[in-house]
Nanobody, 125 residues
């Protein structure tokens, strides 16, 4: 059974940092493109970052470029999102997702097959 479990969210002041983790089980991690998405109250879920199965390519939303870094450890079946210089507008529920079988990257949430339950990030001003 495939399962994605996020952790690392919390409350942080503007300018601070957090590191999110997403542990995958079920044997799909090494053959999946992984992504992070977020959803703020009253807004649609949006793309944040994605990384290919070999970690050779990463893509970021313009709003987080230069502040967030996505990485993965295939030996641990875990994907990370390092978030620096956080802003109040980064406040959202953050989800990791797996796009099974893809070799490239995808910003489209409809391409992703499996989702975690989310971890809350709140940035105070």
């Amino acid at each position: 059974q495939v399962q994605l479990v996020e952790s690392g969210g919390g409350l942080v002041q503007a300018g601070g940092s957090l590191r999110l983790s997403c542990a995958a089980s079920g044997g799909i991690f090494s053959i999946s493109t992984m992504g992070w998405f977020r959803q703020a109250p009253g807004k649609e879920r949006e793309f944040v970052a994605t990384i290919t199965r070999t970690a050779g390519t990463t893509v970021y939303a313009d709003s987080v470029k230069g502040r967030f870094t996505i990485s993965r450890d295939n030996a641990k079946s875990t994907v990370y999102l390092e978030m620096n210089s956080l802003k109040p507008e980064d406040t959202a529920l953050y989800y990791c997702a797996a796009d099974l079988g893809r070799w490239g990257t995808s910003k489209n949430l409809r391409d992703y097959d499996y989702w975690g339950q989310g971890t809350q990030v709140t940035v105070s001003s």
